[in-house]
């Protein structure tokens, strides 16, 4: 499997990496534990070394099947999970969950995807979607104290435009840019 390096902290994954969200959400049922499990493994002997997976995709069942099924590949891949919903409320469907990037918000998510992933650090912290009630600037600066806490390696944004992607970069520099 060919290799790619992002960002400039060398962050190095395989060149495919498998999206984990239709294994618990979205599309259609959630699909057999075992099933998904093997699926997890068989990815991992084939090379792929990053899975990414969110809070919000179950909620909180993906990251619990993603963080079970690799463990025992956990030092060989990296794990790229997002927050950025607020899952408090009774309705926590994606499109029903209202925003929340507030810094206090973002450490208590982390500390969540810490213990379902059963890591001790998250490899690639996304914000899913940019909250236009939070400036970027504090969102980066709330994953930049996380990452000097140990508590996550990398930082990325999910569907942010170019200013906001130049303005938390300059807070705190970004490893990846994901879109839709």
Known sequence: MKKRKLGKNNLEVSAIGLGCM?????????KDKKEMTDLLHAAVERGVTVFDTAEVYGPFTNEELVGEALAPFRKQVVIATKFGFDLSGSDTRPGAAGLNSQPEHIKKAVEGSLKRLKVDVIDLLYQHRVDP??????????????????KV?????????????????AVQPLTALQSE
Do not use: C, D, W
Request: hydrophobic share 40%; aromatic share 6%.
């Open 153 to 169: 390696k990398h930082f990325g944004l999910s569907e942010a435009g170019v200013q906001t992607i130049r303005r938390a970069h």
């Open 133 to 150: 009630n939070v400036p970027i600037e504090e969102v980066a600066g709330a994953v930049k104290e996380l990452i000097q806490q140990g």
């Open 22 to 30: 239709g294994m618990s959400f979205s599309y259609g049922p959630a």
